[in-house]
């Protein structure tokens, strides 16, 4: 190759070079990645709202922008409900059930002092969701934006009840109904008994889906202001022991959760 041809053909990369940035400069600029911040209330539907109240939740999203409308992001989110309605419920039919065994031992001569003892916190779940996003207007400053996806779901709910000096008429535990007609008082369940407890507490991995509805304001170049309804569902399950039939929850079945929040995006 001579050095003629050399000169021009670095010549060419010299002249090519800023050619071919101006462009990608459109791509380039086009391409945003943002960061989200949000935070709200979590609501509890059907199901689920029969043993949670509502409660509040809080996001971390990366999100990337495609040179489209679409675009991608991978969301990090926790929320934690107070536990009511069904875990009172069987907290209420556990001690009335002591309380019937007391009356029975003591018409019979015997120590009516059993009592129950209940633990439990709230419902927590860590969520990692990658999500499909459409932004329905892309040059307005305002638009409503659409999405769905799906992920991973780490939930805990705590709860056992714990019982102390039950009568017993023949029942293999002290949670058991009175089984024999008529009752005749046996024994106290006491600390000489292993099995005093019942653990209803439930910690799982599952996976879920979830779509949403938000509404997109651009503050500034950089700054936007998002608020979302987002629901999510969660193939999560009630059942416990097999073997003793006890401590199953229904009520966890495929919990669904709705997600009003508000934040702001960076774009960086």
């Known amino acids: 190759m001579h050095y003629s041809q050399i000169v021009t053909k670095s010549g060419w ?5 800023p050619l071919a940035l ?7 600029a086009m391409a945003r990645d943002l960061l989200v911040v949000s935070g709200g209330v979590a609501a509890p539907v059907g199901d689920t709202a029969s043993f949670a109240d509502p409660g509040g939740t809080f996001a971390l999203r990366w999100r990337h922008y495609n040179r489209g409308r679409t675009a991608w992001e991978l969301s990090f989110g926790y929320n934690q409900n107070k536990l009511q309605g069904a875990v009172q419920d069987t907290i209420a039919s556990m001690e009335a059930l002591v309380r019937q065994k007391n009356l029975l031992a003591q018409q019979q001569g015997g120590p009516g002092r059993g009592h129950v003892i ?15 996003l459409y932004r329905v207007s892309q040059r307005s400053r305002f638009s409503p934006v659409l999405s769905v996806g799906g992920g991973l779901y780490n939930w805990r709910v705590p709860f056992k009840i714990q019982f102390f000096d039950v009568p ?6 002290p949670y058991d109904p009175i089984g024999t007609d008529p009752p005749v008082y046996s024994f106290i369940f006491d600390e000489r008994w292993v099995a005093q407890t019942i653990d209803y507490t439930k910690h799982e991995w599952a996976g879920g889906l979830n779509a949403a509805l938000a509404l997109d304001l651009r503050v500034s170049r950089s700054f936007s202001v998002e608020v979302e309804g987002r629901t999510h569902l969660i193939f ?30 960076y774009r960086f």
């Open 22 to 28: 101006l462009l990608l400069a459109p791509s380039l």
């Open 236 to 265: 999560s399950s009630g059942k416990g022991n097999s073997e003793e039939q006890i401590d199953n929850q229904d009520y966890l079945d495929n919990m669904v959760l709705f997600y009003l929040q508000g934040g702001f995006s």
């Open 118 to 132: 209940a633990e439990f916190g709230t419902l927590e779940i860590y969520s990692l969701n990658l999500n499909i």
């Open 13 to 17: 990369v010299r002249r090519g070079a």
């Open 168 to 173: 017993s008429f023949g029942e293999q535990h």
